[in-house]
């Protein structure tokens, strides 16, 4: 009968120990699903596309050329693809003040309606360089006043930056002698028209 005793509560001590380890594994699967990465996180390497443009300067006197780089970085740490639309994909457009198209980099040249797209590896840079001459697509200067710069990519992102066109200085300078000429004779008739009156 002892015996028998001993064996039952080996057993159920055995069995004791198999619901304790089954309990603890269930638990090690019950945090693990918890860490499940569906939860719309980012889990693994993605791309990061960034998109710049820049000018040399930010104000220009009328007659200077505008220089212009643009240029699209993956700054992520997986490949980015570009879909592209059309050849050239790449183009720069000057709009002005009324956000009116007056001039494109690629203006009367001919366009192809498919591109094979770019790949860009991780850190990867593709850029392009322009220089506006301020005059418009029908070759007339254009006047003072804002500008918009856009980088334009058929199929992708545009980004785009301002500037400010300013008289030539030879004009202002000019512009500043007429004005001060005209104030000068101003005052000598006001001065010289009471003396005239009582000379009468």
Known sequence: MGSRMRAFRAWAGALAAVAVVATTWASAVG??????????????PFPRPVFMIETDKAVYSLGDTVHVLHRVTNGGDADYRMDLTQTPAFDLHVLNDSRRLIWSAHWGEAFYAFHPGIVLTAGESIQHQYSWEMVSNDELRVAPGEYHI????????????????????????????????LVVRRRHCTVASPLHLMRQ
């Open 150 to 181: 856009i980088g334009v990519v058929h199929g992708d992102t545009d980004v785009s930056t301002s500037i400010l066109v300013i008289p030539e200085p030879m004009t202002i300078a000019l512009l500043g002698m007429s004005c001060w000429w």
């Open 31 to 44: 945090d693990v699903i918890l860490q499940d990465p569906n939860d719309g996180l980012p889990t693994g």
